[in-house]
């Protein structure tokens, strides 16, 4: 399999999944905004991130979409999945409450699967990241070469 198509796919996926989690919690903001501020870790800012979150989400999702920003892109869903995976780790081990913030099919996880869901995910901006950097290096290596010829 070529190394861009790889890219495509792991950018694909990670688009797919921020855009659809944005408006997921666009389209159900009050229920998304009352469930952070149940969250025992981050109730006094649940007002900013409950806009700042599919925000985020939203432009993680157009810097992957544009080949020149998706480096940028896939260092910015590694930074936010790895992130969630540490909140929802956090939450598991040392919360007395959880409270459900996921929209649409991620609310039908529980905690555990929803855990590793976002592993893979954690796992796919790496090897995103991996492929298109060393994808990158060859090409530059390519053109020295043909351009010392």
Same mark, same amino acid.
């Not at 990241?129 to 994808?135: D, N």
């Given at each position: $399999?070529?190394?861009?198509? @790889?890219?495509?796919? $792991?950018? &694909?996926?990670l688009i797919?999944?921020?855009?659809?989690?944005?408006?997921?919690?666009?389209?159900?903001?009050?229920?998304?905004?009352?469930?952070?501020?149940? &969250?025992?870790?981050?109730?006094?800012?649940?007002n900013f991130?409950?806009?700042?979150?599919?925000?985020?989400? @939203?432009?993680?999702?157009?810097?992957?979409?544009?080949?020149?920003? #998706?480096?940028?892109?896939?260092?910015?869903?590694?930074?936010? $999945?790895?992130?969630?995976?540490?909140?929802?780790?956090? $939450?598991?081990?040392?919360?007395?409450?959880?409270?459900?913030?996921? %929209? %649409?099919?991620?609310?039908?996880?529980?905690w555990n699967?929803?855990?590793?869901?976002? +592993?893979?995910? +954690?796992?796919? &901006?790496? @090897?995103?990241?991996?492929?298109?950097? %060393?994808? #990158?290096?060859?090409?530059? +290596?390519? &053109?020295? +070469?043909?351009?010392?010829?």
């Open positions: $399999m070529k190394k861009g198509l @790889i890219v495509e796919i $792991m950018a &694909s996926l797919l999944l921020f855009i659809y989690a944005a408006v997921s919690k666009l389209l159900d903001y009050h229920t998304f905004k009352i469930q952070l501020s149940k &969250s025992p870790f981050i109730t006094q800012y649940a991130v409950a806009w700042a979150l599919p925000i985020g989400e @939203i432009l993680v999702g157009l810097a992957l979409a544009i080949k020149k920003t #998706r480096i940028i892109g896939l260092y910015a869903s590694l930074f936010l $999945m790895t992130m969630f995976t540490a909140y929802i780790y956090a $939450m598991l081990h040392y919360s007395y409450y959880i409270p459900c913030s996921c %929209g %649409g099919i991620l609310s039908k996880m529980d699967t929803h855990f590793w869901f976002n +592993v893979v995910f +954690v796992l796919l &901006s790496v @090897i995103g990241i991996l492929v298109l950097a %060393g994808k #990158r290096v060859n090409e530059k +290596v390519e &053109s020295k +070469v043909i351009n010392a010829m």
